[in-house]
């Protein structure tokens, strides 16, 4: 019925189609497993479902005044005036981190109100420093 | 005054390519196989519109000319002229020029070193390559005009943004983009042979320069891009799987995949369609990645200036182009009889495009899938380097298998020969030294060890085996070659990096494992256009009983007043030391990166051997012809 030739396209198709589909399910089911949600206070604070041990990140503003740098991390306030939400951080900060600036921070919820960040991420398009931060530092370097 | 002299080099370029698709089109229908006079003078001109409407937004920052609003926005009189040249094309605007000159280059190039016999070949290449010019520069005067005036002019401008004010980001955007838009004329040259019925060994001859070249300077431009990355940015990584890394990396891969199976055509053994699609997916990917960057749809370290209106006209351009090619290629695309023989060299380079295509659908998906997630479920999402590192790594070990043992293989043949040999018993052993020293538990690293090892050393023995032949293939060996040690170090260098993160007063000491971090004291400079706070540490490695001084620092720039925190890199051959400092709060505690990155000139050297098989291969092509 079939000749060879169109048996073999055939066969050709079929495989080529099968390794596909499969490449694509593998493809979409990895994304799945390492995608990271993206919450604000107030979305972390109304639901349950956040697994503790799923690395997520959580974005806002970073409150006025709440940063505090001791021997051995950075803590500070992430709110989008709804909810609030304490961060704790160790390692260096992007240069566009600074209270009242929109920040993400990359890690795992130890509850609903105590995030440990592994990573900081600032937006880039950023112009401007606030003048205490500039204060600050000239008074450091003296 | 400079703005209204750009303006009208720019319309006269723009006037020039519309006339040329004019004396084009004429042509196609006149007999004869000599392009006419006058296409080559409109070229000219065109050609010198074009560099001179660059020249003069140049000039326009060399003399920081503030009546053009462009250079008002990105150029400051205080900045280096360094920096005031390569702002040029620092912001969209700029660069958007600079992307159109290389086009108009390129299509000049075409046009007077192409030796391709078909004048209407030529004719209709140089017709889809003015219509591509004329699209941007109507874009560039009417959305994106670098010289649109402004009135009153200010006296001063607003600066460029400081972790632009670069060397390697001053060449980064050029390299690139000569790679980016070096693929149109594979895009212009692919329609133009389906409408002729060029036969697939001109085809093949047509595309093998081109290719070569823009591979080149994209391995180089993505290159330039991560060094920046790893010294700049301050994370102490060279590949973050960025959306816009992704997007200067997509149209690699299809090069790649291009650069491979012109070899197949070459030889008039197929291939013929598959090479036109790709190569019109390689056009189509740039222009994606354009879109990408440039509409800032995609959250990412580049998107510092983005226009939905921008990002509107790329994707209606995209359709039009898409569709256009789409229907072009079912009207004229020719029948064509395939048949492989397994093991032979066609069936190996056919695996590498499928290999290149996979990563390529892998590395797209997880680019584009949180934008549909978010238009679609509104949820937001961010895909991060686990993604790509579980699905790609698993797939490198038959790609470095192949890049072993394909090229061993000749045309049209079909004998096996035996895999176990003794380069295989000389990679093992090999691996079993560096096992020793690594220790190294996790079985698909040590796979993908194994398997670059086997690739390295079977280059070095291709290399030496075709020296005695003098039928030299020196551009393979040494892409692959570079291949195999880039995957290598990379590796290495994910195995033996060392982080850590902590806080520190000035003048104390921190022990970490085999380093002791002294943090001895803070200074403070100024510098032409910025204020700069100095760390000094010392790092002493209690095992080498060696010391190393290293000195981040902390910028604060006065024009736009930005603070940028910089890495502090202590290169040795064998490995970096990185340091990074940052203050945030009212306190004398600074925060302190420390990281040990082994083997990173390797990865930079890799990239340039791989490169160099791009040269190689071009200077190969020219001693033919």
Not at chain 2, 245 to 250: P, Q, Y
Not at chain 2, 362 to 370: A, F, M, N, Q, R
Request: proline share 4%; with cysteine; hydrophobic share 50%.
């Amino acid at each position: 019925m079939l000749n060879n030739k169109t048996k073999n396209r055939l066969t050709i198709f079929v495989a080529i189609s099968i390794l596909t589909i499969i490449a694509i399910v593998f493809i979409f089911k990895t994304l799945e497993d390492n995608v990271l949600y993206f919450y604000s206070p107030s979305e972390i604070s109304k639901t349950d479902e956040i697994n503790l041990n799923n690395k997520i990140r959580i974005g806002g503003m970073v409150k006025e005044g709440s940063v505090k740098t001791s021997e051995d991390e950075i803590k500070f306030i992430v709110t989008d005036f709804k909810k609030e939400i304490i961060v704790s951080f160790q390692g260096t900060v992007p240069a566009l981190f600074a209270e009242g600036k929109g920040v993400v921070a990359e890690g795992k919820l130890k509850d609903k109100k105590f995030f440990v960040a592994k990573r900081i991420l600032a937006k880039h398009d950023e112009n401007y420093m606030p003048p205490e931060i500039k204060k600050n530092l000239n008074k450091n370097a003296k | 005054m400079l703005s209204n002299i750009g303006i009208i080099f720019s319309s006269s370029a723009l006037l020039s390519s519309l006339i040329l698709i004019y004396f084009s089109i004429v042509e196609l229908k006149i007999s004869g196989d000599k392009i006419s006079q006058k296409i080559y003078k409109f070229s000219l001109f065109k050609l010198i519109f074009s560099l001179s409407s660059f020249l003069t937004l140049i000039a326009g920052y060399v003399y920081s000319d503030f009546s053009i609003n462009n250079v008002y926005e990105n150029s400051h009189t205080s900045k280096p002229l360094f920096y005031k040249i390569s702002g040029t094309w620092g912001n969209h605007e700029g660069s958007l020029l600079l992307w159109i000159n290389i086009l108009v280059l390129f299509s000049f190039l075409f046009l007077v070193l192409d030796k391709n016999k078909n004048k209407n070949f030529k004719l209709l290449t140089l017709i889809f390559q003015n219509l591509l010019i004329s699209i941007f520069f109507i874009f560039l005067l009417s959305n994106s005009n670098p010289f649109a005036p402004v009135f009153p002019v200010p006296s001063e401008g607003n600066g460029l943004n400081p972790i632009l004010q670069d060397p390697a980001l001053a060449i980064h955007p050029p390299l690139l983009y000569i790679g980016f838009v070096g693929s149109s004329i594979y895009f212009s040259v692919a329609l133009a042979s389906l409408i002729c019925k060029i036969d697939s060994r001109s085809l093949a001859t047509t595309l093998k320069p081109w290719v070569s070249v823009s591979w080149f300077f994209q391995t180089l431009g993505i290159l330039v891009g991560s060094i920046w990355a790893y010294y700049e940015l301050g994370w102490g990584g060279f590949w973050f799987w960025d959306p816009v890394e992704n997007s200067s990396l997509m149209p690699w891969l299809l090069m790649t995949a291009l650069l491979h199976s012109v070899l197949v055509l070459e030889r008039k053994m197929g291939l013929y369609s598959w090479v036109i699609v790709l190569s019109i997916m390689t056009f189509t990917m740039s222009v994606v990645g354009t879109f990408l960057v440039r509409s800032g749809i995609l959250n990412s370290v580049h998107t510092f200036a983005s226009d939905p209106n921008r990002g509107l006209f790329i994707l209606s351009f995209l359709l039009v182009m898409v569709f256009s090619s789409i229907f072009i290629f079912f009207r004229y695309a020719p029948s064509e009889n395939k048949n492989y023989k397994i093991f032979s060299k066609e069936f190996f380079i056919l695996l590498n495009n499928w290999f290149m295509i996979f990563f390529l659908a892998v590395v797209l998906i997880g680019t584009l899938y949180p934008v549909f997630l978010d238009t679609l479920t509104g949820a937001q999402i961010s895909v991060g380097p686990p993604y790509y590192n579980f699905i790609l790594a698993p797939f490198l070990i038959p790609l470095l298998f192949l890049m072993t043992s394909g090229p061993k293989h000749r045309w049209i043949s079909s004998d096996f020969k035996k895999i176990f040999d003794i380069i295989l018993f000389l990679s093992i052993i090999s691996f079993v030294i560096i096992f020793f020293f690594i220790k190294e538990s996790n079985l698909l690293t040590n796979l993908i060890l194994l398997f670059s090892i086997y690739l390295i050393i079977q280059t070095i023995f291709d290399f030496y085996g075709n020296l005695k032949n003098k039928n030299i293939n020196l551009s393979r060996i040494i892409s692959h070659f570079g291949f195999g040690l880039l995957i290598f170090f990379i590796s290495i260098n994910s195995i033996l990096s060392l982080e850590s993160n902590f806080n520190a007063k000035i003048g104390e000491k921190k022990n970490l494992g085999n380093y002791v971090i002294n943090f001895k004291k803070l200074e403070t400079a100024q510098i032409d256009n910025y204020k700069s706070v100095i760390g000094h540490f010392e790092i002493l490695n209690k095992k080498k009983s060696t010391i190393e001084n290293l000195k981040p620092e902390i910028r604060l720039y006065n024009k736009p007043e930005t603070i940028t925190y910089e890495a502090s890199i202590n290169s040795n051959l064998f490995s970096d030391t990185y340091l990074t400092m940052s203050n945030i709060s009212d306190t004398n505690i600074f925060n302190i990166k420390f990281q040990k990155k082994p083997f990173m000139n390797f990865i930079w050297l890799s990239v340039i051997l791989i490169s160099l098989g791009g040269v190689l291969k071009f200077f190969k092509i020219k001693r033919q012809i």
